[in-house]
């Protein structure tokens, strides 16, 4: 995979897109003037996560002995609820008080931009060509700098694509992750089965 690929399949993941209707309304509530900065804090505070697994996510790996197969098997079954549910959209409405009036780290930073699906994505990357990890962090800065773009021309682009618009991009964005995480485990399924078949 080239770091071009990468950032794509990184940012469809982050999905900012489909972000946009559940942050504008987690920060309904806090002052209009603090929203920009509190949605800057938050995409740093999920920069700096991302970046730590990216660094450590292999030595993870091999702490927890999980080989090649299992983290991409794992990660693709993540990645394809992950994109059912963004064809198939659930309740997303948030009522939960934060301190201060303002979300701190969860939900925005995490799940939402540092999900399970970015981080075990890292790992796999990481896992896989770990004499990468230049491309793999280069990668992770593109994908996470247009996330950061598009999330904070949110109020803009909801205006602009309306809800119908919003939803109608992210479905098509889930159907290309279904894809890709059906490669995702088609490979990963491709690498196990030999060594099973060789001890046998």
Known sequence: MDILSATILLLLIMDPLGNIPVFLTVLEKVEPRRRRWVLARELLISLVILAVFLLVGRDLLNLF?????????????????IAIRMIFPGDRSWTDEFPDGEPFIVPMAIPFIAGPSVLATLMLLTSREPNRLFDWGLALGLAWLANAIILMAATFLFRFLKQRGLIAMERLMGMILVAVSVQ?????LGRYLPSILNHR
């Open 65 to 81: 002995s999980l080989g090649e197969a299992a983290i991409g098997i794992a990660g693709g079954i993540v990645l394809m609820i």
């Open 184 to 188: 995702m485990l088609l490979d990963s």
